[in-house]
Every structure is written in C-alpha cells, then in structure tokens.
C-alpha cells in the first residue's frame, strides 16, 4: 500500500469519526424523550435492570472492532437516508400513540442509516452486531409483558408444586398460590421468571455468536434460554416452599430469597454454557474450539466515493433527523384529551328489577393495576335471589400508564379454569354488541362470563383489535380512554346455561343505557385538556 493510499484512508477515517461525533448526539436529541422512557422502565422494573449494561457492551464491542471500523469506510449509499426517514416516522408515531416501543426501535434504525450514510454496507457489516444488540435493551410492550407473565406465572406455579410435592410435602395449588396449609406462596410478577429470561436471552444471544457451530445449533442456545429459565425459576419456587417447610416462613423472605434468586441466575448461564459443551462434543470439538470471538474483517468496496455524494447522503440523514426532533418538539406540547365524564361513586345501585351493592377490590389487586382511573364492583340481586356482578374498569390515559388487562388472562391467575370460550354478539333492539362469553370452573363451582372493550365509542370484543384502535386514535383522536366491562353469573346445578345467558342478557337491558354517562363515547360535546395526573376513585359501599 502506497503512502498516498495508507494517508488518504487516515483522512477518511478522521472524517468519518468527525461526522460521527457529530451525527450521535443529534440522534440523541431527537430521541431524548424515547431513551429516557427507556432508562425510566430500566429503573421501574427489575426485569429490565441489565438494561444499563446493553449500552456498555455494544460500546465495548464497537471498540474492540476500531481498527476494523477504520478500514471499512466505505462508499455510502442512498439506503441510509431512507432507513433514516423510516426511523423518524417510527419516533414521530411512537409519540403520538401509546407505544414508546416504535420510537426505541427507531433510534436504533436511526443509527443503522447514519451508518450506511457515513460508510455504506462496507462498514455496517463490522458496525451491525453492537448496534443490533441494543435491541435487548428495549422492554416489550406493557400488555405483551403483562401477559407474559401471567401465564409464566401459572407455568412456575404448577412446575414449582410439583417439585414440593417430590420431597412428599402436601400442597394444594390455586391458581398462582401455592398453598402449603400453614404459609401461602403466591407467584407474583417480580417470581414469574422474567427478570431471568430477558437478562439471559441477551446473554444467550452473545453466547451464540461466539458459539462456532452449525445455525441449529446456535439456534438452538439461543432459545434454550427461555425453557432453561422457566426449569430453574419454577425449581427456585419449589425449593422456596421446601425450606419453608423444614425452616418455617422466615426461610421465603429476607436475603436467603435474595440468595436463591442470584444462584438461579448464575445456574442458568452455567446450564447454557453446558449445552454449548455438549453440543461441541457431538461435533468431536472441544470447548475451546467453538467458543470465542470471532475475527472481523474489513471488506472495503474498491469503488470510491465521490466527495460530494458522499456528503450528499450523511446531510440528508441529519436533515431528516432534525425535521423528526423539530415535529417532536412541537407535538410534545399539546396536552391529551380527557373528555367529561361522571364518576362510577354516583352509578345507581338500583337498576330496574335489580339491587346492587358496591364493594372495593383488594388493595394489593388494586395496586397492580397501574393507571385505573375509576372503577365499579358491585353485586346486583333480584327479588328471586339471583345476582349478577358488575365490574367496569376506566382508565382515563393509557399512553404512559398500564393498559386494559384482558380476563382471558387473568382469570386463570385467580385459580379458575376456562372451560368454553367463545366470542358472540348480543343484540338489543337492532344494536349488536361484541363480546366474549366464557364459562369458568373451581373446584364445585361454575359461573357464566361476559365482557368486552368500550374505547372511545366503540364496542371492542377482540383485544387485539382495541390495542389497534388504541394506537389510531392516539394519533388521530389524541385519546386514550377505554373501559373493561365484565358481567359474572353463577350457573347453579339446577339451571341450564342457557338459564343463565338469560340472566345476563336481562341485566345487560336494563344496565347499558346507564354506562353511557360513564364511559364517554366518540363524539363528546365537552372536553378538557389536562396534564395532571388523574387518581382513581374506590366506589363506597
């Protein structure tokens, strides 16, 4: 390589780390309100506290490839601009709606296409792998976390039951309560697993890039991560109520809990690096033979670019990115609609033929659902001594708050078993109304249920539907309100379901046209605009 040749490459290096450092804290600012949601959800939930770590290790890995980084400059392409544009319409969406999720997501797009803008695909093949990583720093949505763990909860609970049950102590399982007579474990969220899963999934994706193997296999340590986390999660639950029954109670609390958590993480990684072993020994390797970082490479493009193209393309990027942060600025000034509405406390109590008495839900119940706003829970009889239980739930913002929880999943969680499920309609002179009718069993007991969605107007049964319109029109309607309303009946061993279809349907007639007052619908003749933070009411009883 001549003189010429080796200073010319210096000079593009400079100019490339100049740009650089020029063109990340701008992404920075444009993506502050997203990156601090994110470092806010690090510091909320301990799922998500390696989140702080993912940042240091991509660093360290664009470090450890800077000579690489160096000598693969590249021709920029025109790609970087349009990944740039891509970027800032998720940012600009992820503000308006209620997914923080699209803005993160694009942040790191963004940094993809400064990529491409700075050194074309030549330097984005070394540059990927850590910008990529990132992506195990951003939570999953709210409602996708909360229903994973929910069911992780019901898994660990069963799994764990079954371990005590090995060293022959009796226990009794209720749902996500593991009850041993004298002391009770509930699997809560912060024992569902996730704290392990998602912290391992980042570990177990380095561990496969450094895995030298075929893909199925590095595929395989990959995913492995998850079923090896719900073993050793459900196993640290079933050890808890063993020590608890040789120990007593104070064995579950305190810093032998602490203890056991640690451990099982540290087992996790170690069964992970276990398989990896064992895979290398089915291909007659040693572990030292497949496991290490590989070697980078620079490919560089013989073609060089033009000066002029060159800028051409790392301007645009910029320009789009200060055009994103521009609207950003200006949409984060407009306050969220919060139409007028009345108070569940002045509901009636008599509606119809029917009576109702309120009551509260239990305050650790209560807590868990974050953002409720308002709510109701009353028990409605007849002269016949029939009831039917009305539960309506309001959340007034859903855009920094938890969402609507749907029963499908956390019916299970209270120790019931869903034993038919269908979505149906009722229709009530000529209006038709989605919803989900569900039959529920525990132990002797079985009851009828019913519930829908009621966001901004519109009758929703599917969920997935209403987290759809959740997001349109938080755009479009600057609106996040929504309720869950769910109708309960008992079915008695005397009567029929159809018995007790009617018995809902009957209540629905005479309690529907008087929810109308309480869940505002899409065109209000009143709104207000308010950044407060709203707090929720308990019905008096």
């Known amino acids: 390589m001549s003189v010429q040749s080796i200073g010319t490459e210096q000079s593009g290096a400079f100019r490339a780390g100049m740009i650089a450092l020029i063109a990340i804290p701008i992404t920075l600012v444009v993506f502050n309100t997203a990156l601090l949601s994110l470092v806010n959800r690090w510091m909320a939930q301990e799922e998500y506290a390696h989140g702080f770590l993912i940042p240091v290790v991509a660093a360290w890995l664009l470090w450890s490839r800077r000579d690489v980084l160096r000598a693969s400059i590249g021709r920029p392409v025109w790609t970087g601009p349009i990944i740039v544009l891509l970027a800032a319409a998720m940012h600009v969406i992820g503000e308006l709606s209620v997914m923080p999720n699209f803005s993160q997501v694009g942040f790191v797009l963004a940094l993809v296409g400064l990529v491409l803008g700075i050194g074309g695909y030549s330097l984005l093949r070394p540059a990927l792998l850590p910008i990529l990583f990132l992506l195990f720093a951003i939570p999953v949505p709210h409602f996708v976390d909360s229903l994973m763990s929910l069911r992780l909860q019901l898994i660990s609970s069963q799994l764990g039951a079954l371990v005590i049950r090995m060293f022959q102590i009796p226990v009794f399982l209720d749902g996500n309560i593991i009850d041993l007579g004298d002391y009770k474990i509930q699997v809560v969220d912060a024992c569902s697993g996730l704290r392990y899963i998602y912290p391992l999934l980042s570990v177990s994706f380095l561990a496969a890039y450094m895995f030298h193997a075929p893909l199925w296999q590095r595929a395989m340590v990959l995913v492995s991560s998850i079923p090896i986390t719900i073993a050793m999660n459900s196993l640290r639950i079933g050890l808890v109520g063993v020590t608890v029954d040789y120990w007593g109670t104070q064995a579950a609390d305190g810093l032998l809990h602490s203890f056991e958590g640690w451990v099982i993480f540290l087992a996790c990684a170690c069964i992970l690096m276990l398989e990896i072993y064992f895979l290398a020994r089915i291909s007659g390797r040693t572990f030292s033979d497949v496991f290490y970082f590989p070697k980078v490479t620079a490919k560089l493009s013989q073609k060089q670019p033009k000066k002029s193209a060159d800028q051409l393309k790392l301007a645009i990027s910029l320009l789009l990115l200060c055009v994103a942060g521009a609207l950003i ?213």
Not at 369 to 397: H, P
Not at 427 to 440: K, S
Request: one cysteine or more.
């Open 329 to 541: 600025f200006f949409i984060s000034g407009r306050s969220e609609i919060f139409p007028d509405r009345s108070r569940f406390v002045s509901f009636p109590n008599r509606i119809g033929q029917w009576q109702g008495q309120t009551s509260s839900l239990e305050p650790e119940v209560e807590r868990n659902l974050v953002g409720l706003d308002d709510y109701i829970l009353s028990d409605y009889k007849r002269s016949d001594g029939t009831m039917v239980n009305l539960y309506v739930a309001f959340y007034a913002s859903q855009r920094k708050n938890d969402q609507l929880h749907s029963p499908n999943d956390c019916i299970p969680g209270s120790g019931w078993q869903i034993t038919k499920f269908e979505r149906t309609s009722y229709t009530d002179g000529g209006t038709e109304l989605p919803l989900n009718r569900a039959i529920i069993e525990k132990q002797s007991i079985k009851q009828l249920v019913y519930y829908w969605f009621d966001e901004r107007g519109r009758k929703i049964a599917n969920e997935y539907l209403a987290k759809w319109y959740l997001h349109a029109d938080a755009v479009v309607m600057n609106r996040t309100d929504g309720a869950l309303v769910r109708l309960v009946t008992q079915i008695h061993g005397d009567e029929s379901e159809r018995n007790a279809d009617e018995r809902l349907q009957t209540f629905m007639r005479d309690a529907i046209p008087n929810l109308s007052e309480y869940l505002p619908g899409e065109g209000v003749s009143q709104t207000r605009r308010s950044s407060i933070n709203l707090k929720s009411t308990r019905p008096e009883g």
